[in-house]
């Protein structure tokens, strides 16, 4: 006898079965949730069974549901692992992706790779969660994100971390700022123009506010942001210069910004790959995920290397 429950009522499933929670797993595939709760319930009368414990405050799989949510995962896993793999079916593949990351590595660095991905597999939706280190980290540890891009994360137990690339802090100002016809600058040198700082919320404030300890002379900064980007923004409008990621910036033939290599001391940091650890990405995740390592091996273009030509 057929069962009356199709593929959409599995993946709201398998939604609400990795959410454990029914307003999060009605946004996660685009469904009002009195729509989402339906497709639960025609999926319960359909098997007969009760897959969800639900209360007004939260959800808990039934011990029929945690074996079936197993099951679906495999289904759909190779459901997607089979139309992948049909040639020619790239074109036509419906899903979503959903990519946590912090802002340094949003504006210049991730849409390469968003470009790429898109042209090989134009009808899946990828959901870029851009938000500061720890919430890109809570995001990815309580699986509202297939995986994430982080600086932060290696020492969480429940987190896989990949080094993806270890970059410098750089400093960026605009091409007609005196800074832009030098090959270095020290910190100590910094503190003779407008400085443009990130608030000390910030991972990457964090981070240089530990490797920057012990320095007696230090940059006070007559602009504050909370983030990387927007610091950007104000060096483009010339009112100061800033410390950033080498990520952060664009490259070397960018009209307006320039980087300059930051001395005494070098600031690094390791950006990596963050997931679940024991969880298994979708096909459509997977793919995006190879993307990105494979820039592992690309070197980067970000100008430091040559002073600014002024017109």
Avoid at 15 to 24: G, H, I, M, P, S
Avoid at 118 to 144: C, F, M, S, W
Avoid at 254 to 266: F, K, N, Q, R, Y
């Amino acid at each position: 006898m057929a069962l009356n429950f199709d593929l959409d009522d599995l993946l709201a499933f398998r939604a609400v079965a990795e959410l454990q929670n029914f307003r999060k797993a009605a946004e996660s595939i685009n469904l009002s949730q009195p729509a989402f709760s339906r497709r639960i319930e025609k999926l319960e009368d359909a098997l007969g069974v009760r897959l969800l414990d639900r209360t007004t405050r939260s959800v808990t799989l039934t011990a029929v549901g945690r074996d079936f949510a197993r099951k679906v995962n495999d289904l759909l896993d190779d459901l997607d692992a089979t139309l992948l793999g049909i040639r020619g079916v790239s074109a036509t593949r419906m899903g979503e992706v959903s990519i946590a990351c912090v802002p340094s590595a949003v504006y210049y660095f991730l849409p390469q790779v968003v470009r790429r991905y898109h042209e090989v597999y134009p009808k899946i939706r990828v959901r870029i969660l851009d938000a500061g280190a720890n919430e890109v980290l809570e995001t990815v540890a309580r699986g509202q994100a297939d995986f994430g891009l982080d600086f932060i994360g290696s020492q969480e137990p429940d987190i896989d971390f990949q080094p993806l690339r270890d970059e410098c802090f750089v400093a960026a100002c605009r091409r007609d700022h005196p800074l832009a016809r030098e090959r270095s600058v020290t910190w100590g040198a910094l503190t003779r123009y407008d400085f443009i700082s990130i608030s000390q919320s910030s991972g990457n404030r964090v981070l240089l506010d530990q490797a920057l300890a012990s320095l007696h002379e230090r940059p006070r900064s007559i602009f504050e942001t909370e983030h990387v980007t927007t610091a950007l923004g104000l060096v483009e409008a010339g009112l100061g210069v800033a410390v950033v990621p080498a990520m952060a910036m664009p490259a070397a033939d960018h009209p307006l910004l320039v980087s300059i290599a930051l001395t005494d001391p070098v600031v690094r940091r390791t950006m990596g790959v963050i997931r679940r650890r024991g969880r298994s990405l979708s096909p459509a995740a997977q793919q995006l995920h190879a993307f990105l390592m494979e820039l592992q091996s690309q070197p980067e273009d970000r100008g430091l290397s040559r002073p600014a030509r002024l017109s």
